[in-house]
């Protein structure tokens, strides 16, 4: 079992999770077993090879999509059978989201995209505005509020993608392979961003195929068929 | 939240061009044509509705004969009005309504005006208690203060009287009998059954009975059926018992009556306009068949516009992924889809509602109506807020669902099946399809039964012949006709008292040898003279015609329906007695249809006169200015009163179907309109295909597949889905033309081949559709769409 450094609290405890995907001839087993924890604070880095279950794995942490078997603790709540609703409503007040393809709504602006989670949790609209503009600023994007994705480099939309996954202040990042769209100027800042995030406390779960960006981790998780085979203590 | 919805929704609207067009432009021709149909039947079945007592008045129909030779007939002898009032329960008012065909001029001052036939009436002095029509001026109660007061309404007096106040002013009708304006009516509304220009009192038509003939008085003449008669009956009356205590009645009055013929029944006045006196439907099946139609627009505008939002929600996935994923509920995803509906609606609704008011006039022209589209109108918006519904749960309710119903991360990889979607937006466009070609079928024959009216070989010939009604003419007959044939450009007149194109009367007033006592016979009586037959080319089967010697009057020629339904055998030389005169057979024509096609040809007698009120001229297509002047000619010489007026056989005979021709022409539209829409969303459709399939097209291209291959691949799917619609669509189409045709009794075939063609059509139309989108598709560099991932 792998356990977390930071034992000042435990976010999350997964024990024995399983996950298959059936066609109607084949059946893949995604997540084998798969048991680890992570702790309150911690920064840990998932890698592995193509199809060795990250994907998966980040999906079920995330709650967009349940484990088959096992058990899946979030915050001392067992999780693993909630149903869609509740797991939504977990998801939207505790963890934030992050992609290689930034994921930003091309109809949107840059402040429409990064209110849009307030808007949801019923964040009432003057509070909305102030909060926007907190995280824009702390981006650094403040200056590019009124314009559409399409009109910002790379660059400039992760930095959108991680305003709007931090403006609710989550416990929990997600972030899936965060810089593989970017050059390495702009991976580094972003990379500068999440360890900027996780020194003010929050949670970050990092999938990457990048050793460099892994080493801004504190805890490297590597997986292999479903399974976590090694795990590294970054120093 | 809700400015949030609305910006989404309307920058989705901006930022897809292509299929915001094709959605509002088919929601709004949709909403629009619906909706003009729809006031169509709203206004049809509104007729008469405006009486308060709509309710409490009934029009008594009167059943003559029985079996294969019985009828229904929309008038009554008036004395059933005078004992319905006092011998029978339940009976509250009647009123009698008679066309007057007395006079044809009126003249104030030197002002001289024509009132056409028909728009002349005698009344009761219940009419105006009874009825809603309202006296703007003038005393309902006693509406005609002596038997030389008229009543005009508003239009009639303008003609006549200008602005000034027409009561007390005097009319005098062709030149001999002068009439006061007692009364000023308003106008009859557009959507009333009985209508006119001037109203006289029944007490003239009372005193037209001398007591010399053979009816004494009105109110014993059970014998004409001329009277439109209106009881009101009290709301818990029995309108069955009031019928038969009118029978017998009848029965009890006139001597020697079958007991077949004058059997009474009430017809609601609410269905006077939609249905025929003996019950069955007139107008009410077109009314049902449009109502269908409009339906039929709507529902195809609604899947196109379900159709294009569930097959672009796919594409949308993206979007809707990343939203779920940063927190929205599937609440958020609903309202956020309903907002882009109700907004399309909105812009949609606002078009159509413009689109209206543009072709309300034209609309109104080929209905011939007088329609207004009234936005404050509660119809109107009942088939707003239907279709509204129906859309709005179709197509919002659905992608919501699906799309909230998918893996978002899944989604966001471009890992979606749409196998089920698709299947469902497949049976829609089956659906589409196969309404626009029943309505393709329906168009092509209802306009071949138009063509076969139009080309049907009567039985005579009323090509170039020109009607004129002879007044002073007639008894300087024989003089004008001979000037006429003088004329190059006349090659025929002669004269007759019954239409050959519309027969109206017919009289039961018959007997001969072997007529069995119980059998009523009706049958159309043609007085004519010696060139009749001639003239309109009605061919002999036996015997001869008249040749204008003394002894025709006592001839009689017949026509073969009559001589087989009265069943006399070798009739030439056969005695026969219509009316008072006793003659004998001396010819039998061919049948020919002097009546629209929709009624059998029934029995028919020509006797001799040698003039009557109708004067015959025929001419050539090329001569007929000339051939009318001539007529006119004599015309200003004995008939300086009357407007001159002619009518060709032609017109008249077309008249008799305008009411086909106008839902020709209304269908013939509509049925276009359906498969434009339908074509419109097969277009974003395939549009769709080619769009999501671009990955595809650029594999099989890379591989080597041709324009030619990738066109067949993108084409074969959706031509499939015509077929079954074709399939669908034939039979029911099939049933329900033959169904239409059944009120004909002369109609076209129906032939496997017309089903043929509306398939061809329309998969020609969707061939050229898609073929645009997958040629293009096809010819997409492959370099270009592969990076596109």
Redo the contacts between chains.
């Keep these: 079992m792998l356990q977390g450094m930071f034992q000042e609290g435990q976010m999350i405890k997964i024990t024995n999770l399983e996950k298959f995907y059936r066609t109607e001839e084949v059946e893949t087993i995604a997540l084998n077993k798969l048991s680890m924890e992570v702790g309150t604070g911690e920064f840990v880095a998932i890698m592995g090879p193509s199809g060795c279950g990250k994907?998966t794995l980040l999906?079920i942490l995330?709650m967009?999509?349940d484990p088959d078997d096992g058990s899946y603790v979030f915050n001392d709540i067992e999780v693993a059978h909630f149903n869609e609703?509740k797991r939504?409503d977990l998801?939207?007040h505790n963890i934030?989201?992050v992609?290689q393809?930034f994921?930003?709504?091309?109809?949107?602006t840059v402040f429409?995209n990064v209110?849009?989670?307030l808007?949801?949790?019923g964040v009432p609209a003057a509070e909305r505005v102030k909060r926007v503009e907190e995280v824009l600023d702390k981006m650094q994007i403040m200056h590019r509020r009124n314009h559409y994705p399409q009109q910002l480099s790379g660059g400039q939309q992760q930095r959108v993608a991680i305003a709007?996954?931090v403006v609710?202040k989550p416990k929990l990042i997600l972030a899936d392979e965060p810089t593989g769209n970017l050059d390495s100027t702009n991976g580094n800042d972003v990379m500068e961003l999440l360890t900027d995030l996780n020194e003010q406390g929050t949670t970050i779960i990092m999938v990457t195929h990048s050793e460099h960006d892994a080493r801004y981790s504190h805890r490297i998780i590597r997986l292999l068929d479903g399974q976590a085979v090694v795990e590294n203590i970054m120093v | 939240?809700l400015r949030?919805y609305i910006?989404?929704a309307w920058?989705?609207l901006v930022?897809k061009k292509f299929y915001s067009a094709i959605n509002i432009i088919g929601l709004t021709i949709g909403l629009a044509v619906g909706m003009l149909i729809l006031i169509w039947v709203k206004d049809e079945l509104s007729y008469d509705k405006f009486n308060t007592r709509v309710d409490e008045i009934y029009k008594v129909n009167a059943s003559i004969g029985s079996g294969a030779t019985k009828q229904v007939w929309g008038g009554a002898p008036a004395p059933v009005a005078f004992f319905a009032l006092k011998e029978v329960p339940g009976v509250v008012n009647a009123a009698r309504v008679i066309t007057s065909y007395d006079y044809g001029t009126f003249r104030y001052k030197d002002k001289l005006l024509k009132e056409d036939y028909g728009k002349l009436a005698y009344v009761d002095d219940a009419f105006f208690t009874m009825f809603d029509y309202k006296l703007l001026k003038g005393n309902a109660k006693q509406p005609f203060p002596n038997d030389q007061s008229v009543i005009i309404t508003e239009s009639a007096a303008k003609r006549y009287f200008g602005d000034a106040d027409p009561i007390g002013k005097t009319i005098t009708g062709d030149s001999k009998d002068p009439y006061t304006v007692s009364g000023v009516l308003v106008d009859f509304p557009a959507n009333s059954s009985i209508s006119g220009d001037m109203l006289f009192s029944m007490n003239v038509k009372k005193k037209q009975y001398n007591g010399k003939g053979y009816w004494k008085s009105m109110d014993e003449d059970w014998g004409n059926y001329y009277t439109q008669t209106f009881l009101q009956v009290r709301p818990d009356a029995s309108t069955k018992a009031i019928g038969d205590k009118l029978t017998k009645i009848h029965m009890a009055h006139q001597q020697g009556i079958k007991p077949t013929d004058g059997v009474f029944m009430l017809q609601p006045l609410a269905d006077i306009h939609l249905y025929k006196p003996d019950g069955s439907q007139a107008g009410m099946q077109i009314v049902k068949v449009f109502s269908i139609v409009a339906v039929l627009i709507l529902l195809i505008a609604c899947i196109n516009y379900i159709n294009l939002s569930t097959a672009r929600a796919m594409l949308r996935a993206?979007?809707v992924?990343?939203?779920?994923?940063?927190?929205?509920?599937r609440k958020?995803l609903f309202i956020q889809f309903i907002m882009e509906t109700v907004l399309c609606f909105a812009i949609a609704l606002l078009l159509a509602f413009s689109l209206i008011y543009a072709v309300m006039p034209v609309y109104n022209n080929i209905a011939g109506k007088q329609m207004h589209f009234d936005l404050l109108n509660a119809n109107v918006w009942q088939v707003i807020a239907l279709t509204i519904i129906v859309t709005l749960v179709a197509s919002s309710i659905y992608p919501a669902i699906l799309l909230s119903s998918f893996?978002?991360?899944s989604a966001?990889k471009g890992k979606i099946s749409g196998a089920g979607n698709a299947t469902f937006r497949k049976v829609l466009v089956v659906c589409q399809f196969a309404f626009s070609i029943g309505l393709i079928i329906g168009t092509l024959i209802i306009n071949r039964q138009l063509n076969y009216i139009q080309s049907k070989q009567l039985g005579y010939d009323r090509e170039h012949i020109f009607s004129v009604e002879m007044h002073g003419m007639q008894d300087h007959y024989e003089a004008i006709r001979a000037g006429l044939l003088t004329q190059r450009e006349v090659l025929g007149v002669t004269t007759g008292d019954n239409s050959v194109v519309n027969s109206g009367s017919t009289t039961g007033d018959t007997d001969w040898d072997g007529k069995a006592p119980d059998v009523s016979f009706l049958i159309h009586p043609f007085n004519i003279d010696k060139d009749f037959i001639s003239l309109f080319k009605i061919k002999f089967v036996a015997g001869a015609g008249f040749t204008g010697s003394k002894s025709d009057t006592a001839h009689f020629i017949l026509n073969e329906t009559a001589v087989k339904l009265a069943g006399i055998k070798d009739p030439i030389g056969k005695r026969f007695k219509l009316h008072d005169l006793n003659g004998i057979i001396i010819g039998i024509v061919k049948d020919f249809h002097f009546a629209s096609l929709k009624q059998a040809i029934e029995p028919s007698i020509f006797a001799y006169r040698p003039t009557s009120w109708q004067m015959y001229v025929k001419t050539t297509g090329k001569d007929a200015p000339a051939a009318i002047k001539a007529v006119g000619k004599y015309w200003q010489q004995y008939n300086a009163n009357f407007p001159y007026e002619y009518n060709f056989l032609d017109d008249v005979y077309n008249n008799m179907y305008k009411t086909e021709q106008q839902t020709g022409t209304l269908f013939n539209i509509f049925a276009c309109i359906a498969i434009f829409i339908s074509c419109l969303g097969l277009f974003g459709l395939a549009t769709y295909t080619a769009q999501v399939k671009i990955k595809e097209i650029g594999i099989r291209k890379v591989l080597g597949a041709s324009v030619a291959n990738i066109t067949t691949m993108l084409s074969k799917d959706f031509l499939v889905l015509v077929v079954i619609a074709i399939v669908i669509a034939s039979p029911i189409a099939w049933f329900a033309m033959n169904n239409w045709l059944q009120e004909y009794v002369y109609r076209v075939d129906l032939h496997w081949w017309i089903m043929a063609i509306a398939g061809g059509v329309a998969i020609l139309i969707a061939l050229a559709t898609i073929s645009f989108q997958a040629i293009k598709a096809a010819l997409t560099n492959p370099v270009k769409s592969l990076r596109s991932e």
Aim: charge should be positive.
């Design positions: 994907s999906n995330g967009l999509d609703r939504a998801r939207k934030g989201f992609f393809s994921n930003l709504i091309d109809e949107l429409e209110e849009l989670p808007i949801y949790t709007r996954a609710n | 939240m949030n910006t989404t920058r989705n930022n993206k979007e992924s990343v939203r779920k994923i940063i927190g929205a509920d958020h893996k978002p991360i966001l």
